[in-house]
Each structure stands twice: as structure tokens, then as C-alpha cells.
């Protein structure tokens, strides 16, 4: 009898350990896999060690041959030689880079210095000072900055207000800290990411009641479109496509718009939008930060010329997740080159709802995480032929010539220029990322 209790407790312990170690894979696997639009890491709230995890091996993933196959046409042809490394670098999502964006509403000291002890580097050309005119879509901060301390309580809802943003309860004040000495607002805008050159993996940061996460996990590529915005204090913001919300957070760091409306129409993207907002942006922005649900290609026309910057990151083919098989295997991959080639039509048609939305004399910036023509530069020569009082801005010597130490631009200097298309290389594993900014006339 005591021999088959032993025996019992083992088959137990061995079962739950199995279990664990499932657990522990499956953690891994979803702690790198990036978002379909825009490459963001922060999907969900996981609680994860707080020391640098190293890099290792990722569990091996099945290739759809029939995308792959497709790429090696597509992409054989319109990158030529920066195809073979690019190819090969979506294929290993081991070697895939990701960056860690600091929060300027949150105490971010000592996830900086712990950054810098590990080798992470600044992305940008400054850390601690002001933005600086190194680049000049990015503009120094306001003198008058809010003097209010964020609050994570409730809050009324504003009747103007799409969509309020929630918060986290309020978790309690220090017994010691008299009430009556006045708190210090958010520090300047400064828009901070920190890259490493090897492809380590950084922990997702953990929730924790009441208290606003202190960066943000994601492919560094993805900021280039908030700098080409260019946004000013002051500015109405109007970002499309919004969801996960790396982008509208990385507006929050870069200037202090008079509004920020992110727009979203799918519910559930919608949901997972506002938890990130929730998780970062303190309640003290939620007269200034709103969530709305407009189809976004009639946005355009019911809120015609009333944004001074409209971001579109549009809905696209991500050639890093749709290279490995879903449930569906090689008929899945059948069905997304299907939906693929109705990709086009849906992107014009949002980026004439952006440049209706942009007031004379304001900017949209169009954005994919897709290294396909057809949605890139053919999407935008499409909308630059047919809407009349627009024009191309040329992002190479604001944004490609400062930055090239970090991302792989396709060679520059093609006439005309539609816009800059970072491709992943090894070594510098950001991207696939294409950007182009238009200006509106009249």
C-alpha cells in the first residue's frame, strides 16, 4: 500500500511539473510575439522576473511555404539583394531586436540606469535633456507645463468625451508626505528608447494596482512614424488606426498636444487599446487623451480639416507574423494572400480619410509594418494622383541620414522618393517598416 501511495505522489509530481514547464514555454513564446499592426510587445498583463532575460533560442515555428513562396517572388523582385538577409532574418525570430521605451509619467530612474548597466543604448541622439533639433520634427517642450499631480482614482466623464479612459483604483498616499506641499507635474516631453545590439529580451513590465507601467516593449522601428509626425505643443492629434497604442503613447512622450484622439473601430482591438492607455497614461489626461470608434474611412468626413497631425498605421500584411502558419496551416496562408490583395483599396481609402481630417497646412503620416509595394508606395502615388492640394515631404535628411547607424533604409536617392522603407537586416533587425509623410495644401 505505501509503495502505490509513492508511486501515486510521483505520477502526481510529474504531471504538474510537465504542466510548469508548458507554462513556461508558452510565457516565452508569447513574451516576443509582436502585434499585427505596428510590432508592439505589450498584448497582455503577465508577471514577469525584473532582471534582463537573456537571449536563447525561440521555440521553432512552422513556416507557411505558401506566403514564404509568395515573399520570394514578391520581395525577390522589388528589394533585389536586400532580400536573401532580409528573408533571413524573418525567418529567425531569435534574432529579431525589440526596444524599450521609457514612460515620462512614470518613475522610469531606475529602469533607465538598469538599462544602461546591461549595454542598452539611446535610440535617439539625446537622453535627459530637452529634444533637441538633431531632428527637426522633434520640438522642445513648452514652458508651462501641468502643474497637477497625476491622479489614478475616478474620474467624470467629460460630455464631449468619445470614450473616457480607466484607471487603476488609487493605491494609498504616504502616511509621511504632508498634503499641503505641492507635487510636481510630468517632466518635459522627451521622447526615450533604449536599444540593445544583440537581441536580448527585456521583461514586460509588470501591473501593479494603482501604479502606471514605466515603459514599453516594442519593435523601435515603430517610432519612426511618430517622428515624422512632428507634433507640437498644443496640436490636435488625431491617430486612425490606433490600436495596441505603442504610437499614441510615444506622442505623449515626444510634445503635449491640446488633444489626442485614438481611433479604433474593431471592438476588441478597441478594448486592448484602452487597457494600454489605461496602463500608462495618467487620469489627469482624460480631457486630452479620448478613444473613439468611427469606420476610419468616412472619419474624415465627419470630422473634415479639424486635426493640425493625423496618424494612419494602417491595417497591412506584417511580413513577420504572417510568414509562420496559424490554426489553419497552408490554407490559412491561402486566405491571407486573398485578403491581401484587397489590402490596397481599404489603405487608399483611409489615407483620403486622413488627409480630409488634416486642417490646410497640417500633415499625415502614412504607415505599414509590410515591406510590399503595393501597400506602400502604391497606395500612396494612388492618393497623390487623385486628391488635388497635397503634397510629399521628403523624410530622407530628417529622418533616414540621423538615424541609418541603427536601421537599414533601402537606398535612398530614387526619384520620386514616396517614402523611406526600413528592411530588416541582421544586426539590425527593425522593420519591415515603410513611412510617408503628405502635406495638406488647401
Known amino acids: 500500500m505505501f509503495r502505490r501511495l509513492v508511486s501515486r505522489e510521483l505520477i502526481i509530481l510529474r504531471w504538474r511539473h510537465s504542466q510548469s514547464s508548458k507554462c513556461l514555454r508558452l510565457l516565452s513564446c508569447n513574451s516576443v510575439i509582436g502585434s499585427d499592426r505596428g510590432q508592439d510587445l505589450s498584448r497582455e498583463e503577465r508577471t514577469v522576473p525584473t532582471e534582463r532575460v537573456p537571449s536563447r533560442p525561440e521555440k521553432q ?48 530612474s531606475e529602469v533607465k540606469q538598469r538599462l544602461q548597466g546591461q549595454g542598452f543604448v539611446s535610440l535617439l541622439p539625446h537622453t535627459d535633456l530637452p529634444l533637441n533639433s538633431s531632428l527637426p520634427q522633434l520640438h522642445p517642450t513648452s514652458p508651462t507645463q501641468p502643474s497637477s499631480i497625476p491622479h489614478h482614482g475616478p474620474h467624470p466623464t467629460s460630455p464631449t468625451q468619445p470614450s473616457s479612459i480607466p484607471h487603476p483604483s488609487p493605491h494609498p498616499t504616504s502616511p509621511t508626505q504632508p498634503s499641503s506641499i505641492p507635487h510636481p507635474g510630468p517632466p518635459p516631453p522627451s521622447l526615450q528608447c533604449f536599444i540593445h545590439p544583440s537581441p536580448v529580451r527585456y521583461p514586460s513590465p509588470p501591473h501593479r494596482q494603482g501604479q502606471l507601467k514605466p515603459y514599453y516593449l516594442m519593435n523601435a522601428a515603430s517610432l519612426l512614424p511618430v517622428l515624422a509626425l512632428g507634433v507640437e505643443e498644443g496640436d490636435r492629434v488625431l491617430d486612425l488606426c490606433s490600436a495596441p497604442g505603442g504610437k499614441a503613447l510615444a506622442i505623449l512622450q515626444t510634445a503635449d498636444p491640446a488633444l489626442l484622439c485614438c481611433n479604433e473601430m474593431d471592438p476588441h482591438r478597441r478594448d486592448w487599446l484602452a487597457k494600454t492607455l489605461e496602463s500608462f497614461i495618467p487620469q489627469s489626461l482624460s480631457s486630452t487623451v479620448t478613444v473613439s470608434n468611427q469606420d476610419g474611412r468616412i472619419f474624415g468626413q465627419s470630422e473634415a480639416g479639424m486635426y493640425d497631425k493625423v496618424l494612419l498605421d494602417a491595417p497591412c500584411s506584417n511580413d513577420r507574423s504572417w510568414l ?57 502615388e494612388a492618393v497623390l494622383n487623385t486628391c488635388p492640394g497635397v503634397e510629399l515631404q521628403d523624410l530622407e535628411e530628417e529622418l533616414a541620414l540621423p538615424l541609418q547607424e541603427h536601421f537599414t533604409f533601402t537606398p535612398l536617392g530614387h526619384t520620386p522618393s514616396l517614402g523611406l522603407l526600413v528592411v530588416p537586416q541582421q544586426g539590425q533587425t527593425w522593420g519591415p517598416m515603410f513611412l510617408s509623410r503628405i502635406k495638406r495644401i488647401h
Open 324 to 380: 509562420f502558419s496559424g490554426p489553419g496551416g497552408e490554407e490559412h496562408g491561402a486566405v491571407r494572400l486573398r485578403e491581401r490583395a484587397r489590402l490596397p483599396t481599404l489603405q487608399t481609402q483611409l489615407l483620403r480619410s486622413a488627409l480630409a481630417a488634416v486642417r490646410p497646412g497640417g500633415v499625415a503620416v502614412y504607415s505599414t509594418c509590410t515591406l510590399s509595394r503595393s501597400e506602400n508606395q502604391e497606395v500612396v
Open 61 to 108: 515555428k512552422r513556416v507557411c511555404k505558401v506566403i514564404l513562396d509568395r515573399f520570394d517572388q514578391q520581395y525577390g523582385h522589388e528589394l533585389g539583394p536586400l532580400w536573401p538577409s532580409a528573408r533571413a532574418v524573418l525567418l529567425n525570430p531569435g534574432c529579431w531586436q525589440y526596444g524599450v521605451m521609457l514612460n515620462r509619467f512614470a518613475a522610469v
